[in-house]
């Protein structure tokens, strides 16, 4: 079962709202990752970080969409105006590296109105 | 296109039955894995796979770089099976991005 930890379970926000949501990553693990799961179950890798520092992002990350994952606090991802189109599962992963076994939380449901 | 097709979409299976599933890849995948996601959304890493083979119970799965595919077989289906099935692939020219299958579900009847 996995070890990272993920907070709230369900975010319901209206459109142009914040959202924001938490992560801690399994213990002794730097890499985080996370990733959008629609309706279709289609999966976008959205940020991924080592310790403190970002890896990788996409473009859309860059945009509305803002993450850190700040020394012996919970890694975070907040969507600074939320949109219709964002209302998916938000999936956060940890691994030992990189390129390593990947373990997912149980994400975070964001419905917005 | 699709960097990762998942093969079949939906599955229904008698208990204690056999089946694989299936992916193949239009990028050059690198490692592979397996997870099976329960109906409220966790995702359970199965296999972690670098060409080659694993097993692990009933569940047996293999991944080959050069014919770029990976297959997951399931023996001896149980109820506690049922749930969606995704493959996803680390590609050489993104190094730890992963990309998903669209998923396979899997629905184990008594």
């Known amino acids: 079962n996995s070890k990272v930890i993920q907070t709230p379970r369900y975010l319901v926000k209206g459109q142009g709202q914040k959202a924001k949501m938490r992560c801690i990553p399994e213990k002794g693990h730097p890499v985080v990752f996370w990733y959008q799961q629609n309706k279709n179950n289609e999966f976008k890798f959205l940020i991924n970080?080592?310790?403190?520092?970002?890896?990788?992002q996409i473009d859309m990350t860059e945009k509305r969409f803002s993450a850190e994952c700040p020394s012996n606090s919970p890694c975070s991802l907040e969507i600074q105006s939320s949109e219709a189109g964002d209302s998916a599962l938000y999936l956060c992963?940890?691994?030992?590296?990189?390129?390593?076994?990947?373990?997912f939380g149980h994400g975070t449901k964001l419905s917005v109105l | 296109g699709d960097k990762v097709k998942q093969s079949p979409s939906a599955l229904s299976l008698q208990e204690g039955t056999n089946s694989a599933l299936r992916c193949n890849f239009s990028?050059?995948?690198?490692?592979v894995q397996w997870f099976l996601q329960n109906p409220r959304g966790s995702l359970m890493n199965l296999f972690y796979l670098v060409p080659g083979t694993k097993e692990n119970g009933r569940l047996k799965s293999a991944f080959d770089s050069k014919e770029s595919y990976s297959t997951l077989h399931i023996r001896d289906a149980q109820l506690e099976d049922s749930g969606t099935y995704f493959c996803?692939?680390?590609?050489?020219?993104?190094?730890?991005?992963?990309?998903f299958g669209s998923g396979t579900k899997l629905t184990v009847e008594p």
């Open positions: 970080f080592q310790n403190q520092e970002v890896l990788q």
């Open positions: 992963a940890s691994s030992l590296a990189g390129n390593e076994r990947l373990f």
């Open positions: 990028i050059a995948a690198t490692t």
């Open positions: 996803a692939a680390e590609a050489r020219s993104n190094y730890n991005v992963l990309y």
